[in-house]
């Protein structure tokens, strides 16, 4: 792949990332509203669609507003580290055949090692905003993702052993004849509950439970670092949805249609998925989240680890 | 096995994605707040506590229980360190290997449950000293 053609990919996957995370704002609040039988934004545009920029404009003339008495420095960087973190992984994300910035023979570990950065970006914005309910925001959340980061690298072990390479291009590829879902419907199970939890949405949304503490870890921020707050949300759900699709449905294949036309259907649903558990389940009280995470999901993680292990050692693959 | 498509994919496309990443961020934090509007009130410095007036610092101590997470935490995250390693190695390593990351898991196990007995996973309290604030 030529240097100029890397560039330009760069350039496009960004541009797709933030308009996926914009477009997520507006898909979301349609789709919560078609399965709460009410309508959703939908006065600007077609189906409300331009919302969106409605909704930019008045981000962008809003006050950025740094609070005196926060930790200034901390406060700007909070929401950039956030943002970095989950976006970065997307760089060694397969799309599709020759669509991908790079297939570093790490990737999966480059993913968790990234994805875990934006524990700093919740932590230090919680700190920095001086506020009690940002605090407590912040604190919980620090609390819930590394509670469920032990588990979430584990449980994608069992992809591991019997793809036997942590490179995303290569586990996609060996996936040509049977889906590992199919092999690790556990693992999938766990991956998919404790991304839940990493990006903090419903139900493990409760560093920023509105109806307890405000909004918890972003209480302070306002205009557009509030918006990279919420972006850097959705972008993560996308992360993690397209992670699931590569590890566990196969990644760009599929009948008939181009590859990376299967790669976005499948992430679409996913997302979908992701949103539709909102709209169904309320939100855990604290106390059952981290028992549900140490005292059931982590043994079970192990077992299904071992699992896995035992019998493809017996099948001798 | 032969992979099906051999990617002649660079390394540094990866340093390349982060220069941009570091120029979008820096988009969105400079420009922003020279668009937006300003004003000052009278409230306009309070921390927000849904419209009570604040009291002392925010710098509060928070619950012991977050340090002891934060602890059980480290232990098993270097656990997964070397399950890690075990796993990418798994085929070479065959059964021998199994039977040592069985013990290992198995000693971590016994971590869990001791640490589940001893009640430092429990985050509901009955002492009648009352619930605990977060």
Redesign the interface.
């Known amino acids: 792949?030529s240097?100029a053609l890397?560039?330009v990919?760069?350039?496009v996957?960004?541009v797709i990332l933030?308009i996926v995370g914009g477009l997520l704002t507006w898909v979301e609040r349609r789709l919560l509203g078609l399965w709460q039988d009410r309508y959703g934004p939908n006065r600007a545009g077609p189906f409300g669609v331009f919302q969106i920029f409605a909704d930019i404009l008045k981000?962008?003339?809003?006050?950025?507003?740094i609070?005196?008495?926060a930790d200034k420095p901390v406060f700007?960087l909070a929401?950039?580290i956030m943002?970095?973190a989950v976006?970065?992984p997307?760089?060694?994300i397969v799309f599709a055949?020759?669509i991908?910035?790079?297939?570093?023979n790490i990737g999966l570990?480059f993913f968790l090692a990234m994805s875990s950065m934006t524990v700093y970006g919740v932590a230090l914005a919680g700190w920095a905003?001086?506020?009690?309910?940002?605090?407590?925001g912040g604190?919980?959340a620090?609390?819930q993702m590394?509670?469920y980061?032990?588990f979430m690298?584990?449980s994608l072990?069992g992809v591991?052993?019997i793809a036997?390479?942590?490179s995303l291009?290569?586990i996609v590829?060996?996936q040509?004849s049977v889906w590992y879902f199919a092999y690790q419907p556990v693992g999938l199970i766990i991956f998919l509950i404790a991304g839940l939890a990493e990006t903090r949405r419903l139900p493990f949304d409760l560093p920023e439970a509105d109806s307890e503490i405000?909004a918890g870890f972003h209480?302070?921020y306002s205009?557009?670092?509030f918006?990279?707050f919420f972006l850097s949300e959705y972008v993560g759900m996308t992360l993690i949805s397209a992670l699931i699709v590569v590890l566990f449905f196969g990644g760009w294949m599929g009948p008939f249609l181009p590859p990376i036309l299967w790669f976005v259907v499948k992430t679409a649903v996913l997302i979908a998925f992701f949103i539709l558990v909102r709209a169904a389940l309320p939100r855990y009280r604290?106390?059952q989240l981290?028992?549900l995470g140490?005292?059931g999901l982590?043994?079970l993680t192990?077992l299904n680890?071992?699992a896995t292990?035992?019998v493809?050692?017996a099948i001798g693959k | 096995m032969e992979r099906v498509t051999a990617y002649l994919v660079p390394v540094w496309a990866i340093g390349i994605f982060f220069v941009f990443i570091l120029i979008v961020v820096a988009i969105f934090l400079v420009v922003p707040p020279l668009l937006g509007e300003r004003h000052r009130e009278r409230a306009t410095d309070l921390a927000y506590e849904s419209g009570i007036v604040s009291t002392g610092t925010a710098r509060l101590r928070v619950d012991v229980q977050f340090y002891l997470v934060g602890v059980i935490f480290l232990i098993f995250d270097i656990e997964t360190a070397f399950v890690l390693a075990w796993a990418v190695a798994f085929k070479r390593l065959g059964w021998a290997g199994f039977i040592e990351i069985f013990i290992f898991i198995g000693m971590l196990a016994l971590v869990l449950v001791y640490l589940s007995r001893s009640g430092a996973l429990d985050w509901r309290r009955k002492s009648p000293a009352g619930r605990r604030a977060p």
């Open positions: 792949m240097p890397s560039v990919l760069c350039i996957l960004l933030m981000l962008l003339t809003k006050e950025d507003w609070p005196e008495f700007v929401p950039a943002l970095v976006v970065a997307f760089a060694v055949p020759g991908l910035i790079t297939d570093l570990l905003s001086n506020n009690k309910y940002a605090l407590i604190i919980r620090v609390a590394i509670s980061e032990v690298g584990l072990m591991v052993i036997g390479t942590f291009g290569e590829e060996r040509q405000v209480t302070e205009g557009m670092k918006a990279v604290y106390d981290m028992e140490w005292k982590l043994p192990l680890l071992l292990g035992a493809v050692l």
